[in-house]
């Protein structure tokens, strides 16, 4: 039986070989829509998981009030994790990672050295807490020595070619000797942070002991309960509030004279909590993150498309399939005459069904791996085809064409062998108001679905623009940027004042922040006299030179800049907006204010008001404006020189040359700001694309079943066209006869998708601080797009049927 049906199944459709291929295609477009949506979030969702112990691991977070800034950082004062597994037996081991960043380094005996990133300082313990598998040497003793470093396959193969490095010697930054004592497989490509170095934590030259600071990532593995499940972290964290008790509040005493209860009396607030390891990727949203996180709300987004997509693929089938009924009218009713009973016809037209699914399936699977290449670009991710075959993803395979397959044919199969024999034998097809009306509700919901995902797109776009084009506070335009200036040592004066020289240089400045990723300071400071927690402010203390405000083309609003001409500058600073706010200053000139000098709180220094600076944004715009000071500072770790020259590529090359004079051997690495600034949007841009590239496929795969939609029913109604047009109608009129229909249930779906995409990005929008509007015009133009894809797609069949010759119609009727 099941042979028959795939042998009639089979000629059906190459006897319909037009409609096989709308159907075919289009359903092969949403199921490649589909998979490649489906591999993208199980990618996401498997951050972390390959370590053995994922769900006994969690990150202890802070939530910090203090001095007006409401902070929420991934980090924790570094003696929180040895307090908590001396402290609760629950805890079974801990590590904490301090993230050093760049750092130059090369084997003894080189004179030339490689930039490496994402240097971290970790405890000895981290090969414990974390699966890192060794190649060589002991995870147990690796990091229990000062001056010890374990290194990735990559980087003993960058750094040391073929010659074995275990027990060989690493310098950094040109003076610190590392003697190199496991060798680790590369991290995972999907780990909430990669690294090819741990450092020990014995060489970190942190001031220890610090509870009121936060510098530390915590990491915490929690025993499991007698029956092997994991321990209850909500139980675990109520000892949080004790540890801030015993630990938090002496040392608030002891530094700033007030006690935890004061501090907490002055709306302050300082808590630890607890997020699982596998959920750091997606749901963590804390400042300081050992690297930038995904977002689950795009997961929930692109899954809701996938969806959404291959929805409409099967609404393609069943619309087309019904629409075509009359035609197997006979072939139904001829079948019931010669004995079929109704559940065989139904398994003919569902063997049907799910065999263009199958083949829909095939071509879905070409088109991925056409396709992947591109999609792994836009979305940085490495996703291979083979995971295709994963023992999560290849029942899904196997299982998806088939159940599309039974759905999106079960209307149809049920429908067509519903017809009355005698009926269909005698040309009396029935095309109740039910089917027609089944027809329209779901063009209308494929057209909505549209519709919401252009709208969708028109907003994420105008919000990117929004961001790279409104005023930050600052010029980013035109400044290049070095990092790594340490590798000039003392000489980074006379670097700058080269630099001056070259034509094309406007201007020059050395520090050791900027406005832009990269490292942060933050300070507690109080007005002069004052330890009172009401008049402090946690802010950022940025080390920056004489000419940093001018070259970033910041705006002094009140006072005076930093001027060589004042020696008592060297204690001056200057405060922006949010700050002297925050302070109460109502003439903030001439005020002095104080931080603590020393990470025991002995010594203060203080500092006079100089100027007032423009609010400018140093954070992602996704934040307000918090509290800044600038202050000048010898210790710098950046060069950022305004260019106006009309030949960059020979610019460059003179700064690279100056280098090369005064840092031979160091790499010269640059980045032009408004880049750096980019990057921090580069998660919405690649969101973005993908937005626009799925909404595209969804238009597409709507308009493949509205084409053969039109041309059914430009077929079903030849006759009634031929006579109109011999009664004298007009071509014009005849497209707009054929068209109007289809225009109704567009138009119907724009006014169902409006709210809805309003509602979505609206949502989507309340993650930053600084946004667009949703404003009219933007549902105008997704509406406008709409019905200009549609109208082309139904045109083509209304003027090709209003352009037939009425005799060869009426003739053929």
Not at 689 to 699: E, G, N, S
Request: charged residues 20%; contains cysteine; aromatic residues 10%.
């Amino acid at each position: 039986m099941l042979t028959n049906y795939l042998k009639i199944a089979w000629r059906n459709l190459r006897k319909q070989q037009g409609f096989a291929f709308i159907n075919i295609f289009g359903l092969a477009v949403g199921l490649a829509c589909c998979l490649l949506i489906l591999l993208y979030v199980l990618d996401e969702l498997s951050f972390d998981r390959y370590n053995a112990n994922a769900d006994r691991i969690y990150r202890v977070q802070s939530d910090i009030k203090f001095g007006g800034n409401d902070m929420h950082f991934a980090t924790t004062p570094d003696p929180l994790g040895p307090t908590l597994k001396k402290d609760y037996p629950q805890v079974e081991q801990f590590v904490r990672l301090h993230q050093r960043g760049n750092w130059l380094v090369k084997k003894a005996g080189e004179t030339t050295n490689l930039r490496e990133s994402d240097i971290m300082f970790a405890d000895s313990t981290v090969f414990d807490v974390f699966t890192l598998p060794f190649v060589a040497g002991d995870p147990k003793r690796a990091l229990t020595e000062p001056n010890t470093v374990v290194i990735s396959e990559s980087a003993a193969k960058r750094h040391f070619g073929n010659q074995n490095a275990l027990g060989q010697t690493l310098i950094f930054a040109n003076k610190e000797n590392y003697k190199v004592t496991g060798i680790m497989r590369d991290m995972p490509r999907n780990a909430h942070f990669r690294t090819d170095f741990f450092v020990t934590m014995l060489s970190d030259n942190y001031p220890w002991g610090q509870w009121l600071s936060n510098n530390h990532h915590t990491y915490i593995r929690l025993k499991a309960e007698r029956s092997g499940a994991p321990a209850d972290p909500t139980v675990f964290a109520q000892n949080f509030d004790a540890v801030i008790e015993k630990y938090v509040g002496p040392q608030l005493l002891q530094m700033a004279g007030t006690t935890l209860e004061q501090f907490r009396k002055a709306n302050n607030k300082m808590n630890f909590w607890l997020i699982p390891l596998t959920d750091i990727h997606l749901h963590s949203k804390q400042q300081v993150e050992l690297a930038p996180n995904g977002d689950i709300q795009y997961v929930y987004i692109f899954s809701a498309v996938a969806l959404f997509i291959l929805i409409i693929a099967c609404i393609n089938f069943m619309n087309l399939a019904t629409a075509r009924s009359s035609n197997r009218a006979k072939e139904v009713g001829v079948r019931k005459v010669m004995g079929s009973e109704r559940q065989q016809l139904v398994g003919q037209f569902m063997t049907e069904s799910v065999l263009t699914t199958v083949l829909a399936m095939v071509l879905a699977i070409v088109i991925v791996a056409v396709a992947l290449p591109g999609f792994n670009s836009i979305a940085a991710k490495e996703i291979s085809l083979s995971q295709l075959i994963s023992p999560v993803l290849l029942p899904i395979l196997i299982a998806l064409p088939i159940v599309v397959g039974l759905l999106a044919g079960s209307y149809p199969a049920f429908f067509l062998s519903s017809f009355q024999p005698i009926s269909v034998l005698k040309g009396r097809v029935n095309m109740s108001f039910r089917s027609v009306s089944l027809r329209s509700g779901l063009v209308v919901f494929q057209f909505m679905m549209s519709v919401v995902l252009i709208v969708g797109t028109i907003i994420v776009y105008r919000q990117l623009t929004y961001i790279q084009t409104t005023s930050v506070g600052f010029n980013r335009d035109h400044v290049l940027t070095i990092n790594d200036l340490y590798s000039v040592g003392k000489q980074a004066e006379t670097f700058k004042q080269e630099v001056l020289r070259l034509p094309g240089v406007v201007s020059g400045s050395l520090s050791g922040y900027l406005p832009t990723p990269s490292d942060r300071n933050d300070n507690a400071f109080f007005p002069e006299g004052q330890v009172n927690m009401n008049k402090g402010v946690s802010m950022q203390n940025w080390g920056v030179d004489y000419d940093y405000v001018k070259t970033l083309g910041i705006q002094v609003v009140a006072g005076r800049n930093f001027s060589q001409g004042f020696g008592s500058d060297s204690t001056g600073i200057l405060l922006n907006e949010a700050a002297v706010k925050i302070l109460g200053f109502k003439d903030p000139i001439g005020k002095r204010v104080w931080r603590f000098d020393d990470a025991e709180g002995k010594t203060r220094k203080t500092y006079t008001v100089l100027g007032v600076v423009k609010n400018f944004h140093f954070e992602s715009l996704r934040r307000d404006i918090g509290a800044l000071s600038l202050v000048l500072d010898a210790n710098s770790g950046a060069a950022s020189f305004r260019v106006s020259s009309t030949n960059l590529p020979v610019l460059m090359q003179q700064i690279e040359a100056k280098w090369k004079q005064l840092a031979p051997g160091q790499p010269f690495t640059y980045k032009f700001m408004d880049d750096s600034f980019d990057e921090m949007y580069r998660a919405e841009q690649r969101i973005g694309t993908i937005a626009l590239t799925f909404a595209a496929l969804a238009i597409l795969i709507a308009c493949l079943g509205l084409f053969g939609l039109a041309a059914f029913m430009a077929e079903q109604r030849t006759k009634e066209i031929g006579v109109r047009k011999v009664l004298g109608a007009s071509v014009p009129s005849l497209i707009g006869l054929l068209s109007k229909d289809f225009l109704k249930l567009v138009l119907i779906a724009i006014v169902i998708a409006s709210p809805l995409a309003w509602w979505a990005m609206n949502n989507w929008l309340a993650d930053f601080a600084y946004k667009i509007d949703i404003e009219w015009w933007m549902f105008a133009l997704a509406g406008l797009l709409a019905v200009g894809i549609a109208l082309l797609t139904v045109s083509f069949q209304s003027v090709k049927a209003a352009l037939m010759n009425p005799v060869k119609s009426l003739r053929s009727e």
